[in-house]
């Protein structure tokens, strides 16, 4: 149905190649949900996000990473990115940074593992102009990043471009609504199956009331008839 065309477009965009796809199954990982397919990102941030992180969203989240690596696991040549992560609930990658003035990017979404390692240091700004001017804030290693995806320090700028752009989160909204709408019609049905269950037992105990009152009106027929044959015959 609607929702199966975004599915695919979703798992062809977090795929992996042949050798990954089968190290995954070997190792059990093959159904791990992918990083981004799990984060949740404030709209207006969407480019950004996908212009720092775009490179992970194919990423497996590994609760025992040293075990992997002590247990000889072998890696090399599959394509495969794994990701450390501790279990529990959601949360925002911590926010921590220097610049009373500069919001984290890190502020802006929220990820089931922590992701400190990738977002530390990276600040959003509303546009290059207004980093720009910031720049002597920022410390060595530190970098800006604006809404439409445009990333920069003070030696290097890098953008994203129509192609490089995968419009994931676009599509995880929109999976998000046709799955809650599916789910809203999945209740529709139930109450409604639920409702002709109700009515269908009123009918049955209907019937069984008139077959009941049939009964008892051939009985009454058939006294009547008995008595006027016993009139008769008198």
């Known amino acids: 149905g609607k929702l199966s065309s975004p599915q695919s ?3 062809g965009v977090l795929s992996h190649g042949e050798a990954a796809e089968a190290w995954l199954r070997q190792t059990g990982l093959r ?10 990102v404030d709209p207006k941030w969407h480019r950004a996000v996908e212009m ?15 075990g992997l690596v002590t247990g000889g696991m072998d890696i090399a040549g599959t394509g495969v990115t794994l990701v450390a992560f501790a279990p529990g609930g959601e949360a925002a990658p911590d ?3 220097t610049h009373s003035r500069l919001s984290p990017l890190a502020s802006h979404l929220t990820a089931p593992w922590d992701l400190r390692g990738y977002l530390q240091g990276i600040y959003a700004v509303e546009s290059l102009q207004e980093g720009w001017s910031e720049l002597g804030r920022l410390q060595p290693g530190e ?3 604006t809404p439409d995806g445009i990333w920069f320090s003070g030696s290097w700028i890098r ?5 490089q752009e995968t419009r994931l989160f676009d599509t995880n909204q929109q999976l998000s609504e046709l799955e809650s709408e599916r789910d809203q019609l999945r209740g529709a049905v139930d109450r409604c199956q639920g409702e002709a269950r109700e009515v269908q037992g009123q009918l049955d105990v209907a019937e069984s009331g008139l077959a009941g009152r049939r009964e008892d009106l051939r009985k009454v ?11 008769g015959v008198m």
């Open 9 to 11: 477009w979703r798992e």
């Open 31 to 40: 159904e791990q949900p992918k990083l981004g397919s799990l984060l949740r």
């Open 52 to 66: 720092v992180l775009g490179s992970l969203f194919g990423a497996i989240p590994v609760e025992d990473l040293s």
């Open 95 to 97: 926010g921590r940074h």
């Open 143 to 145: 970098s800006m990043i």
């Open 159 to 163: 953008t994203l471009s129509g192609e």
């Open 221 to 231: 027929v058939t006294r009547w008839a008995d008595a006027r044959a016993e009139l």
